[in-house]
């Protein structure tokens, strides 16, 4: 189905028109009818950020992520998981598959998602979750409504990667549900202080979660036996094409058996897909996520024996593509974190020129225009300053000059930039100041958290991956919340990779 009518997709995109943005919204989609209640999700409760302190005390006290993950993962081949890590699904040399990043809000930006994930995600074998299941701590208590309720109807299994968010349960909720995992037994944190502060998993309660997993409780959409995830980092197996997934954890950190299981499974001689829980490029920037034991994730990435084609990360909530050149050949860095959380500013990316990336090869969704826009449109409202309101051409045009580009979609006439519209854009981080005001780097840490909203359009997005023996195939897929994009999910990326 996809590939009949990705060209039309193409067609339908916020690349080609703003109805294919969701700004001309005719019709709310279905997604509303999934939803178990309407309550929002806000990041703004106290509850909420004290849920989520292990962030604060891990960066100021010190992270113990990498002891705990090796605990989980010794426990797990204690129970009989394969030794490699691997899962072995019989995928044969050609499949498809589907992965989302940073999801599970529960909120309507999810469930937004849902039906055009469903339609354009026909015939896919599984589908993968990378980074932040559950917000806003990983509870095992809250998977029912923010992944069982959500994903009820996709017929595949589900992979997933731990984000931070995941971790600030211990891992407990995530290794209870995706690999079937008793809970750990306490032990004393080495730190007093970071003992103290640290929050504690949250005990599951088992008939809830018995209950919850009743929604995806087909055979179909069940991992067993050599297909069963076996811990918080794997590698699917298939004659094409390895996915080695890795945990990055709270601080973006990969400890030293992890390492060397990596360093293991990059010498198999098969192409290679990297999914992460954190991006390696991002907002113009190079986060290459440091080893324990030395050197990066990004330069087992850039080994040519290793044969990696792409890395895929979560945890920003929107979609980028960097094609980064490497000596012969090209590896595309990809962030795919709009599967349901809050969205990520994209107007704060400044011209892209890291490691050699050309602006007009550069790819992000929402448009940087559409992302001023929408925030512009936010805090008008907030403020009471009607002035600071800019249209979707207004917008465009505003970051186009800034950045040195010519706008990504046409724009209906000529757009004269004036001295409000600059201003509009500086205060919300697209236009430098005169003097240094890291604005942008505030709003992506802060303003867009705070943010977060319950109505189309929503600048959503998913990834369908298509495999071959020669090829493979990503291609970002929008989710508006409108009717119209449910019906046929617009196409805002494709790119195809040579994996002989």
């Known amino acids: 189905m996809v590939d009949i009518t990705a060209e039309r997709g193409k067609q339908l995109s916020s690349r080609v028109s703003e109805e294919g943005a969701g700004w001309s919204c005719q019709r709310i989609g279905t997604f509303e009818r999934l939803r178990p209640h309407r309550r929002g999700f806000t990041w703004l409760s106290p509850r909420t950020l004290w849920r989520s302190r ?6 100021l006290l010190g992270d113990p992520s990498g002891q705990v993950r ?17 899962v072995r699904p ?22 937004a998602v849902v039906p055009g994930m469903l339609r354009a995600g026909e015939g896919t074998a599984f589908a993968i979750v990378a980074s932040d299941v559950v917000y806003p701590a990983g509870s095992g208590n809250e998977y029912g409504e ?40 306490p032990r004393p944190d080495s730190g007093l202080l970071r003992g103290l502060l ?46 080695v997934g890795v945990d990055t954890g709270i601080r973006n950190a990969v400890d030293r058996r992890q390492a060397a299981w990596l360093r293991e499974v990059s010498r198999d001689p098969r192409p290679k897909i990297l999914v992460t829980g954190k991006p390696v490029y991002t907002a113009n920037v190079h986060k290459p996520s440091p080893l324990e034991d030395g050197g990066t994730i990004d330069d087992i990435v850039r080994d040519p024996a290793h ?13 980028q593509r960097y094609p980064v050149r490497v000596g012969d050949r090209v590896i595309q860095y990809v962030v795919s974190g709009g599967g349901g959380a809050f969205m990520h500013a994209t107007h704060t990316i ?17 448009l940087r225009g559409d992302s001023l826009s929408f925030y512009s ?19 465009a045009c505003v970051t186009a000059q800034h950045v040195g580009n010519t706008p990504v979609r046409p724009v209906d006439g000529p757009v004269r930039i004036t001295r409000r519209m600059r201003w509009a854009a500086r205060l919300l981080g697209a236009w430098p100041w005169p003097f240094r005001l890291p604005v942008d780097k505030v709003f992506q840490r802060y303003l867009s958290e705070l943010s977060d909203w319950d109505t189309p359009p929503f600048f959503k997005q998913f990834l369908r991956l298509s495999v071959t023996p020669e090829t493979l195939t990503i291609r970002c897929f929008a989710a508006t919340g409108c009717l119209a994009q449910e019906l046929e999910p617009p196409v805002e990326d494709e790119v195809v990779i040579s994996l002989s």
């Not at 090796?70 to 691997?86: K, M, N, S, T, Y």
């Open 146 to 185: 923010k992944f069982f309720r959500p994903y009820q109807d996709y017929p595949a299994p589900i992979y997933a990667i731990p984000g931070n968010h995941d971790w600030y349960d211990g891992l407990g909720g995530f290794m209870r549900v995706f690999c079937d995992a008793p809970a750990l037994r």
């Open 54 to 59: 292990n962030e604060v005390v891990a960066k």
């Open 307 to 319: 044969r990696y084609v792409a890395v895929i990360g979560g945890d920003v909530h929107n979609y």
């Open 198 to 243: 640290w929050r504690k998993p949250e005990a599951v309660d088992e008939a809830r979660l018995a209950e919850a997993r009743k929604l995806r409780g087909r055979p179909s959409q069940r991992a067993t036996g050599a297909a069963a995830q076996p811990g918080p980092y794997w590698v699917i197996e298939s004659d094409s094409l390895l996915v």
């Open 350 to 366: 400044r011209r892209v020129d890291v490691a050699g990336v050309h602006e007009d090869d550069f790819r992000c969704y929402p």
């Open 70 to 86: 090796e605990r989980w993962v010794a426990a797990q081949r204690g129970r009989g998981a394969d030794p490699g890590l691997r």
């Open 90 to 111: 019989g995928l044969g040399t050609s499949f498809d598959f589907l992965l989302l990043g940073d999801t599970g809000e529960g909120d309507a930006s999810q469930y």
């Open 377 to 395: 449109h936010i805090y008008a409202r907030r403020l009471r300053m009607k002035w600071l309101s800019l249209t979707p051409d207004e917008a």
